[in-house]
């Protein structure tokens, strides 16, 4: 981040010293915000307070490009495609506000390169979205949308729509986060069993929830409803595929409310046409608007056009969470749910910024290697880093955790709510000397599975994994795949496991090992330019003293 913008955050957040001047000279000018998508009237009559407001909706690209330099203020809903020309273009810009959850819209790296804080409200359509997803589910039960186009076609065909009860039937729900933790409540208020997946929500917090948490595959064999609520990302991309559909009963229906891509569409669409399933609702989709799909033609399917947040109590909530942010930060206040700002010093960022990625990334492997659900996390500050406030890592670490399975983007602002909110104790230590390195990042997480712990350090101004579990080692998480294989150590096992790989025509392109003493157990860390298909996992580990073989995707 160039100095001037970081400046400028500085000036933002903690309006101290020459920054107070700063934003009192700004304040005497009048701060203009631009509404470019349709928001509910009371958030413009909040902004009003402190801005003037216009409002134009509809813009072409290069439109917006053209007037986005007079503004200090953006805010978007899902239509209008926030770009990196268009963030260049908004000279002026200190804060773009999305009246909704998700951001796929704006190019939030492009902002935050150029000092700009994005917002969003990650719980204005709580509610709305839950209860989309039960009317579906009710929908799907007793073929509501069929019946209804049946008898308005001058039909009256009882029999034909004859549907089931939701009561005593098993619901599973696959990300309890703001949204799943509501539908599981609505389900259990219909007497339904309650199934969960999702590996950082606690026991004590399913409890509280009254949801049994369970493997994934467990989940799709025993459910009778699945109902998805999680972020749409590398990992959860084509998460249902055909052998997640082979798991569940013929008579299992899906719901999804979260992001298109997390189910292969054309595949969804054929085995409801043949029966493999019993039927499925879809309100998001791979590409929006939708108006062609394999999905419209399969009658035992529902769509609707991504209406989960469409409710004026949402859209209310939504605008109004995002104007009074826009007005924290035009007066220099902190939002409270800002998705790329961390509150800290100049001098203190200068120190920590090269740990944030390493936090980040050392979080996304500690979620692929553990088993089981959480129970706690320990986070270990050794050497300089040690030193400092350290909130910005700890939401850098939560962050890696739970992006495959939150629906809410955790930062600064929410990493402790939502810690909280799952039922994940998060304990920090802080050691001033560090014996090996000049900094290192440990951290230790307990689940019902046993124990895993991730070190990691900053070289040459790059992030490496230096320690999983008992053994040191050396591994730069680029982007890509790896292979972690733990074996008792002798001749001719890495071969072995080479051979494999490139039979199956994937290269390796480093790789790692540790080891506890020579011919005893050691781990070994192979770097892959492919994915690893799960028959090609199997064979590896049916190699004689391998005992694990597990994939983590960057």
């Not at 798991?247 to 189910?263: D, F, H, L």
């Amino acid at each position: 981040m160039h100095s001037e913008n970081l400046y400028r955050n500085t000036a933002i957040v903690q309006n101290k010293g020459n920054t107070t001047d700063y934003m009192n000279k700004d304040k005497q000018m009048v701060m203009k915000v631009l509404i470019a998508d349709s928001v509910s009237e009371e958030g413009i009559e909040c902004l009003r307070s402190c801005a003037q407001v216009d409002v134009k909706t509809g813009l072409k690209p290069e439109e917006l490009i053209k007037i986005i330099g007079d503004y200090e203020a953006l805010i978007v809903r899902s239509q209008t495609q926030v770009t990196d020309k268009i963030i260049e273009a908004g000279k002026k810009l200190m804060v773009i506000g999305r009246a909704g959850v998700g951001i796929d819209n704006i190019n939030v790296e492009a902002a935050t390169q150029r000092g700009i804080i994005v917002v969003n409200a990650p719980t204005g359509n709580t509610i709305s979205a839950a209860e989309h997803t039960i009317a579906l589910m009710l929908s799907l039960a007793r073929h509501i949308p069929q019946a209804y186009i049946s008898l308005k076609g001058g039909k009256w065909d009882r029999n034909k729509f004859t549907g089931t009860e939701v009561r005593g039937k098993t619901l599973g729900i696959i990300g309890l986060g703001n949204i799943g933790a509501e539908v599981a409540r609505r389900a259990r208020g219909m007497e339904m069993k309650v199934l969960g997946f999702d590996p950082f929500v606690s026991a004590d917090r399913a409890n509280q929830l009254q949801v049994n948490m369970v493997p994934f595959e467990q989940l799709l064999k025993q459910s009778d409803f699945i109902t998805l609520h999680i972020p749409l990302n590398a990992q959860t991309k084509g998460l249902i595929g055909e052998k997640e559909i082979a798991m569940m009963k013929p008579t299992a229906r899906i719901i999804n409310c979260a992001r298109g891509g997390i189910i292969d569409e054309e595949l969804l669409a054929r085995v409801v046409a043949e029966k493999k399933i019993g039927g499925a609702a879809v309100d998001v989709f791979t590409k929006e608007p939708m108006t062609e799909s394999p999905l419209f033609k399969v009658d035992g399917i529902i769509v609707t056009p991504h209406l989960g947040a469409s409710t004026e109590e949402a859209q209310v909530t939504a605008a109004r969470d995002v104007a009074e942010q826009i007005v924290d930060v035009l007066n220099g206040k902190p939002a409270r749910y800002a998705v790329n700002i961390a509150f800290v010093a100049a001098e203190t960022y200068a120190i920590l910024a090269p740990f944030m990625k390493t936090a980040q990334v050392t979080g996304r492997f500690l979620s692929q290697l553990t088993e089981g659900q959480v129970k706690s996390i320990r986070i270990r500050y050794e050497g300089e880093i040690a030193n400092y406030d350290t909130a910005i890592l700890k939401a850098s670490v939560l962050g890696g955790m739970l992006e495959a399975i939150s629906e809410e983007r955790v930062n600064l602002v929410n990493a402790n709510v939502v810690a909280t909110r799952r039922g994940m104790a998060v304990v920090e230590e802080k050691i001033p000397t560090c014996d090996n390195y000049t900094a290192l990042l440990t951290l230790i997480a307990t689940t019902s599975g046993g124990t895993t712990t991730v070190a990691a350090t900053v070289m040459r101004g790059e992030p490496h994994i230096v320690r999983v579990n008992d053994y040191w080692i050396d591994v730069v998480p680029t982007g890509g795949y790896f292979l972690f294989a733990d074996h008792r150590d002798r001749p001719g096992i890495i071969g072995a496991v080479g051979n494999i790989t490139g039979s199956a025509n994937i290269n390796i392109h480093s790789m790692s090992v540790g080891r506890l003493k020579p011919r005893g157990q050691a781990l070994m860390i192979l770097a892959l330019d492919e994915p690893l298909p799960e028959d090609v996992r199997q064979k590896i580990l049916a190699i004689p003293d391998i005992d694990t073989v597990k994939l983590v995707k960057l």
